[in-house]
């Protein structure tokens, strides 16, 4: 059964989650990438503001595909999230409540996550034209000459996506495939 | 005879083949994911791979790429020797073919013109341009767009002889473990064995041009390419990492002669969405 969640992610709604869990996300995300991160973390340190209100707020991992005419945005799957283990726990003390992206997580993310309340959902690797499909309004807000790698406001609607870690430990990449060895027998 | 082709025709081919691989998943693939559904008995698993296939055909009815990760652009060139290319430069043409394919089929630009320094070169060039030198007049384009969440998950080593069959298998699945979820599980797995270091890479890249699900003609290595898909789909890891049983969908072996002293073995892993498309001039 998917879950129905409505943006923002308040420690509340945060809590509530669990790895595994299904759910359709509704509201407003922002997207970065490697070298987004590298400057919202930059200007953090020197005491700058970033460019949106980090409060309760959810990251897409993202790089779009342009535009295509008469299209609001191309094809939008989530990058690898590890590439951003370096920028996450910073984001998330400055307020940042959840990441949207694919692939494994250092412990220093997971830790993170648990003093922050944080969670990381899955969205399906390579599914860009599915997912395009959820995004309802998009507006770029920043960092206008990284191109595909550019700050854009989104606002998505039922975007399908999986907890893969929640702010209690639990880690979907680890239980998933635990239960199915158990079931299935382990092959090393 | 020599036959003449207008470097034009080669920038025509690559930019319709640039788009067209991006837009339209190959039969091969889709029939692998078809099958692995069908023998999917993992519920979050099945529902994942129900998804893919959602993806490619709305992927196909929108004509907007499978992935946003559209790739660098392998490009593999077979030409006849016969063959004589008028009109520019061959390598150019490839390129703009490149440029032009990446810009008028809305694909995302994602090349960055030094690795250390970065700077994005905006049109998505150069493209990685193989050149193989064939008897007779054919001129063979073959595009692979790649993306890099799977290509960071690849890895080479250089086997002493002695390690054998079993260091091969012990690598390849060390090499999907430590992939896990990162490269898009279900992935598909080209290994090359054989020649030397550069050249085990580029077999295990050619490895992915292959049909999946296809065999090398050589049962030694049909044997192996079976068993170890076999292993990796033991692993558990699944669709996304997910847990299942559908953590690979192919994995092709192609080999070559190589030194005495060596073993070099090279493993390149791809996504679902392994584009690939040739044409002829």
Not at chain 2, 132 to 153: C, H, L, Q, W, Y
Not at chain 2, 205 to 231: Q, T
């Amino acid at each position: 059964m998917e879950r129905k969640i409505t943006l923002p992610l308040t420690a509340e709604l945060a809590g509530s989650l669990r790895a595994g869990d299904r759910v359709l996300l509704t509201g407003t995300v922002y997207t970065s990438r490697d070298a987004g991160h590298k400057r919202m973390c930059e200007a953090l340190a020197r005491g700058e503001s970033l460019p949106f209100d980090p409060k309760d707020a959810v990251i897409y991992y993202v790089g779009p595909a342009p535009a295509p005419p008469g299209a609001i945005i191309g094809s939008a799957g989530p990058t690898t999230s590890g590439r951003m283990d370096a920028y996450a726990p910073t984001l998330m003390r400055a307020g940042v409540r959840g990441m949207i992206g694919k692939g494994a997580r250092l412990p220093e993310v997971a830790q993170a996550m648990q003093e922050y309340g944080a969670v990381y959902f899955g969205a399906i690797g390579g599914a860009g034209a599915l997912l395009a499909e959820c995004i309802r309004e998009c507006e770029l807000i920043a960092y206008e000459d990284l191109g595909a790698e550019a700050l854009r406001r989104l606002y998505v609607e039922d975007m399908p996506l999986t907890v893969i870690m929640d702010c209690h430990g639990g880690d979907l990449y680890k239980q998933g495939r635990e239960e199915w060895l158990k079931e299935h027998g382990t092959a090393r | 005879m020599i036959r003449e082709i207008d470097s034009g025709q080669v920038t025509d081919l690559v930019e319709k083949l640039c788009i067209e691989t991006n837009v339209y998943l190959p039969e091969d693939v889709r029939e692998a994911i078809r099958k692995a559904r069908e023998a999917e008995d993992w519920e979050i698993a099945a529902g994942i791979l129900d998804r893919i296939s959602e993806n490619y055909e709305l992927a196909e009815q929108r004509h907007m790429p499978i992935c946003q990760d559209t790739g660098m652009a392998c490009v593999f060139l077979e030409i006849g020797q016969d063959v004589h290319v008028t009109g520019g430069s061959l390598e150019e043409a490839v390129n703009e073919g490149v440029r032009r394919g990446y810009e008028r089929g809305y694909l995302r630009k994602s090349v960055v013109a030094d690795p250390v320094r970065r700077g994005n070169t905006g049109d998505n060039t150069p493209a990685m341009i193989y050149y193989d030198i064939v008897p007779g007049d054919i001129f063979r384009v073959t595009v692979a767009p790649k993306g890099f969440g799977s290509e960071n998950m690849s890895a080479i080593r250089m086997f002493k002889p002695s390690a054998g069959l079993d260091g091969i298998r012990d690598f390849i699945l060390e090499t999907v473990e430590n992939a896990g979820p990162n490269p898009c599980p279900p992935m598909i797995v080209g290994v090359g064995i054989g020649g030397t270091f550069d050249k085990a890479a580029l077999l295990a890249k050619k490895a992915l041009l292959r049909p999946v699900g296809s065999s090398n003609p050589d049962p030694f290595y049909a044997d192996l390419e079976r068993e170890m898909l076999g292993k990796i789909n033991e692993l558990g890891i699944g669709p996304q990492g997910f847990g299942g049983r559908t953590t690979a969908l192919g994995l092709q072996i192609e080999t070559m002669p190589t030194h005495i002293a060596g073993m070099p073995c090279a493993i390149n892993i791809s996504c679902h969405v392994t584009r690939h498309g040739s044409g002829e001039i």
